[in-house]
């Protein structure tokens, strides 16, 4: 068996996926802009991946911009019947590579359209809506009419299931009174707990939460208590932090990213690897920790 299929697998927008996937974001050039050094070597990984037991992809076409979706239909296309790409809308990137906020109804609707084109789709499976009021965190404000937009998009066909990005537990709150979520993306890793409430609130409601940056991000996790675990484990660091999120809450889905093939064997491995109670134990302190 491969390890992957010992991460056990969720519901994600009525479909079985299992429960460590991969994101993309890192496949685009430096600062997720532009076309990657080694093409060659970003088509090899989603390759890997998806021949490995991976289900479960998560992109936009603000990586790039557009170069990223492209990359996986080149890879990939005709996919798989059991993939769901889960893609996200509500930002642009500027010529400088900035990050802008993208809430009006028309580019809400051109986002739409450029990830169908992008990726070779008529529909798509999971379309987050990622919040823009502060581009550092989530911040509180109203979602209802950019969440509006969305859902009339999936009124017409073109997007079958919505999820939300970088939103606080009040938005989350009136975005399910909007339309059915299916899955909540947010940062949240060993040192960044602040979601740990609504985790298990969603758990309760069967919805997917899907942690970005599970590895630390641009800014790689770095503890004496993960490292001293990692050896005693004879695993890698980042490998016990992908584990202790697969026990961490049974709705929590991964999708640590790399270009490398060797670093995606690596974070795969991390489905086999079984923490005792000790260990989160010693694990869970780690947030609480000053620089991380």
């Excluded at 890698?236 to 932090?241: D, E, G, R, W």
Aim: glycine share 10%; proline share 6%.
């Amino acid at each position: 068996m491969q390890a992957i299929y010992q991460a056990g697998t969720f519901t994600l927008g009525g479909r079985t996926v299992r429960r460590l996937g991969y994101g993309a974001m890192q496949l685009a050039g430096p600062g997720v802009f532009g076309p990657p050094r080694d093409r060659d070597a970003a088509l090899a990984v989603l390759r890997e991946a998806v021949a490995a037991g991976v289900n479960h992809i998560d992109t936009s076409d603000f990586y790039g911009p557009h170069v990223t979706n492209q990359i996986i239909r080149e890879a990939l296309a005709p996919y798989p019947g059991d993939l769901v790409i889960v893609t996200k809308i509500g930002a642009m990137r500027g010529d400088d590579a900035s990050w802008t906020p993208a809430f009006g109804a028309d580019q809400l609707e051109r986002a739409v359209h450029d990830n169908l084109r992008n990726l070779g789709l008529e529909a798509l499976d999971v379309v987050n809506l990622r919040i823009m009021f502060d581009v550092h965190g989530p911040a509180e404000g109203s979602i209802a009419a950019p969440l509006q937009v969305l859902a009339d998009l999936q009124r017409q066909g073109l997007v079958r299931h919505i999820g939300l990005s970088n939103v606080t537990p009040t938005q989350v709150a009136e975005g399910r009174g909007i339309a059915e979520i299916v899955c909540v993306q947010n940062q949240y890793n060993l040192a960044h707990r602040e979601d740990d409430a609504l985790i298990d609130a969603l758990a309760r409601d069967g919805i997917a939460y899907v942690p970005f940056f599970p590895l630390g991000g641009f800014s790689p996790l770095q503890s004496t208590a993960l490292s001293d675990v990692a050896a005693r484990l004879q695993a890698t660091p980042m490998q016990v932090a992908l584990a202790w999120l697969l026990r961490r809450a049974p709705n929590i889905l991964l999708i640590p990213g790399t270009s490398s093939v060797a670093h995606l064997r690596e974070n795969l491995a991390a489905a086999s690897l079984a923490l005792p109670d000790e260990v989160m134990a010693d694990l869970e302190g780690i947030g609480a920790q000053s620089g991380l």
